[in-house]
Structures are given as structure tokens and as C-alpha cells.
């Protein structure tokens, strides 16, 4: 009897580059073509390696550990989200932010334990960024990107987080502006975001649609949802707000961190709800 052919692996490179030859234009993705491949490319990688380790990690490293962690992360961004909030004119939400860092800082041991979200502080945790900011000026999102690292992004999420990166570095020094501190802290909130949504993952790579256009299509409305909330405009956001280290807390790792500190096949938490005030 004739031996049956193996069924080709959708990552093959002769299946990806009939896909990919295959697509019609996608307003917003001019560059959908080589962005299909390299998106191709980093799930395989994903599958292979980043999965497997991530869930590694988050086995081996106890939960407590990666929350103090991500706070600890999460609590050095605060001057940044301060500035952005204010260039903004979210003079409120500015201050909440500067309160935030101080108490963070002092009571909560240099930002492993996120107290000035609990009582009687109350005060919510909000990601912000120089791309946020631009959005909130009226500067376009310009061509969707996927790009190895860094992931999803668009030509002013990538200006605005390459910015928002060199801040820390510039403005403090050392420890921030060394490899010894910079490899490990985007490894370790890599490895950790990619285990938390693991689940999601895998429900939209056996949804009904294609991978690549859901992740796009939900990273470019997950972006126009925050601008939508920074101007005040009113909006059916695409899913509550979720964030990694174990929390419902609205606020999630910012999709405008720092690109190499995000998995490119993470789905990005839906942002903060945010008034116009």
C-alpha cells in the first residue's frame, strides 16, 4: 500500500509562505505579509521553549515570590506613569500616582507589597506611557508591527516604549542601566506573564478565527480602548480588566513597558478603566 503523506505543520516554511502569499491587505497592517511570518516563526519558538519554561517557573517559584516581584517592577514605573498622567492633564490621577509610590515605597518595603491599593488607601494600580500620551494628542497608531521581541505593537507604541525604556536607566543609574539587573528582571516578568496566561493562549489558538489576525485585531482594539478611556470617550472595552501575579485588579503589565520585557504572544491585559479626569 502507498505510505500516506504527513500532513504538513501550519510552521513549516513552505505552509508559510503559501499563507502568507495567500493574504489580502488588512487596513492597518500593510506589512501583514512579514509580520504573518514572523509571528509564525515566535509561536513555534513559544510552543518549543517560552511555554514549556514559563510554566516551569511558575511551579518551581511560589506565587508570593512573583507577586512581590512584579510589584517591586511594577512600583519603579510609577515616576514615569506620574509624568504621563500629567502631560495628560490627569492632575487627580497624578497624584494618586505620587502617593502611590511613597507608600509603596516606605510601608510596602521598596514596592514588594503593593499596600496603597488596600485600605484605607484604596488606590488602584494604572499603567501609563509616552504611547498613551501621543495617542491622547491625537498621534495616529501608524503601521502594526510584529516584531520578534518586542511582540505587537504599532510605529508610536514602539517610539513611545522605547522612550518610556530609557528613562529609568538615564534618570537613576545604576543598578537600572546594567545587564546584571536588566536580563534577569525581563526574563523573570517574561516567564511569569507567560505562565498566567497559558489558558488564554490556548482557547485563542482553538478559536474559529486565525491566530494572527485575533492577536492583531485585539492588541489594535485593546490600544484604541485605552486612548478611548484617556479622552473620556465611551466605549464597550473588549474584556474586563485582568492582570498576571494572581489579581482582578484593572491596571495590567502595560503594553507599553518596555518591549523586551513582554512575550510577543502574551495577550496584553484589557486596560484600566480610566475617566476623563
Not at 505552509?15 to 513555534?44: H, I, W, Y
Not at 507608600?103 to 501609563?128: E, M, V, Y
Not at 529609568?168 to 507567560?194: K, Q, S
Request: hydrophobic share 40%; net charge positive.
Amino acid at each position: 500500500p502507498t505510505a500516506q503523506a504527513a500532513k504538513p505543520s501550519a510552521t513549516d516554511p513552505e505552509v508559510m509562505e503559501m499563507t502568507v502569499t495567500s493574504r489580502k491587505k488588512t487596513p492597518g497592517d500593510p506589512l501583514e505579509r512579514a509580520n504573518a511570518v514572523s509571528f509564525a516563526v515566535t509561536q513555534a519558538v513559544d510552543k518549543a521553549v517560552v511555554g514549556p519554561a514559563a510554566l516551569t517557573f511558575a511551579k518551581i517559584v511560589p506565587l508570593p515570590v512573583r507577586e512581590g516581584f512584579g510589584n517591586f517592577l511594577f512600583n519603579l514605573q510609577e515616576p514615569k506613569v506620574f509624568v504621563n498622567f500629567v502631560l495628560q492633564h490627569k492632575v487627580g490621577k497624578a497624584a494618586e500616582t505620587v502617593a502611590r509610590f511613597l507608600i509603596n515605597s516606605t510601608i510596602g518595603i521598596g514596592g514588594l507589597f503593593d499596600i496603597a491599593k488596600r485600605k484605607p488607601f484604596k488606590l488602584p494600580r494604572r499603567p501609563n506611557g509616552l504611547a498613551n500620551t501621543l495617542g491622547f494628542y491625537g498621534v495616529k497608531p501608524g503601521a502594526y508591527l510584529f516584531l520578534p521581541i518586542t511582540g505587537p505593537t504599532t510605529i508610536r507604541d514602539i517610539i513611545g516604549s522605547s522612550i518610556d525604556q530609557l528613562l529609568l536607566p538615564l534618570a537613576v543609574g545604576r543598578p537600572f542601566n546594567r545587564v546584571a539587573f536588566t536580563l534577569p528582571t525581563t526574563i523573570g516578568r517574561t516567564l511569569d506573564r507567560r505562565a498566567y496566561f497559558d489558558d488564554e493562549l490556548r482557547k485563542m489558538r482553538e478559536g474559529p478565527k486565525e491566530f494572527y489576525a485575533s492577536r492583531r485585531d485585539f492588541y489594535l482594539q485593546m490600544r484604541q480602548d485605552e486612548i478611548d478611556d484617556l479622552k473620556g470617550r465611551p466605549h464597550t472595552p473588549i474584556r474586563p480588566g485582568v492582570t498576571p501575579l494572581g489579581t482582578t485588579e484593572p491596571g495590567p503589565p502595560e503594553p507599553t513597558a518596555p518591549p523586551a520585557a513582554l512575550s510577543p504572544l502574551i495577550p496584553p491585559a484589557a486596560p484600566a478603566t480610566a475617566s476623563p479626569k
